[in-house]
């Protein structure tokens, strides 16, 4: 690893640290109330759900409109773990996200397997009619609640935990976008019958993005349903799917830093926009329109916001290995 790739990662490292801190002194002193900690909960499970949806939408380029279905599912599973008490503490904590995400990643194998030999459009009304036969199924279910939903499950209000979890599945998602795994799906991306000439396992990249990107959005279920400790299936219908996809156009597709300032960008405005009462929603969605006519690719298009180049850290030198 190359001296500035190494750099590059202790900067980044520090800056994580380094807002939490800042966060958490804010919490500490009142400065930040109740509420606005909600909101930042709320960020850190968008960014999750935005850059893990990225993974379907841009970096295999394929249309995902049943994404808040792999959320309700990790969000009950998550809510009937932590109802039983069978673990408590931090270690219920780490393993009702792990269960949320493996059930997740079942059913993200048993949807993916056979969808996903479909593409554009008939792949969107599939994924479509999955998230919305997970929300009817739920309200069906005796032991989810029903239509009167989930209540009584055990919260968290730790900021730390939402952020370093949000956190460590970005560390995740950035490196499998950017390993020969993720490499092998973006050709796959822009040529599928090239890159399958070239011996690229199609079906095999496709479920596996597809089943990681369920995973993590399984996981934000959890933390959805720590964070609120009441669930209805309702929550998790079309509407939900559609907001996380505009949050992934207007970062830009292929994009995780795009797709994180626009998850932070859409949970604030709303809520600074608040005090216009009905007429927020009207300036939310304006404010979309004009930054769609704009910058159609989106705010970052397909690039990545480099800490490298922001703060001028010198290029790779000469004989330094690329990817390195």
Known sequence: MSKNRKKTYFIVTATVLLFYLIVQGLISAGVVNRYWQNILILICINII????????????????????GFMA?????AGIFLKSGVVDGFPGFILNLIIAGLVAALFGVLIGLPVLRLTGDYLAIVTLAFGEIIRVLIENLGFTGGAQGMAGIPTTDSFGKYYFVAAFLLTM????????????????????????SCGINITKHKTLTFTLSAIFAGVAGALYAQSFGVLAANIF??????????????????????AIFSSIGLTILPEVLRPLAEWRMVF????LIVVMIFRPQGLLGRRE??????LKIDKYKKGDVEGE
């Open 284 to 287: 939310y969605a304006l404010t």
């Open 237 to 258: 219908n079309y509407n939900k799917s559609f907001d996380y996809l505009v949050m992934v156009v207007l970062g830009g597709m292929g994009s995780m830093t795009g």
């Open 173 to 196: 998602i950035f490196t499998y976008a950017s390993s020969r795994q993720g490499r092998a799906v973006l050709s796959i991306r822009d040529n599928e019958l090239a890159a399958e």
């Open 305 to 310: 916001f480099s800490l490298r180049e922001f």
């Open 73 to 77: 599912v990790g969000a009950y599973a």
């Open 49 to 68: 759900m935005t850059t893990s949806l990225n993974l379907t939408v841009g970096v295999l380029g394929q249309i995902n409109l049943g994404h808040a």
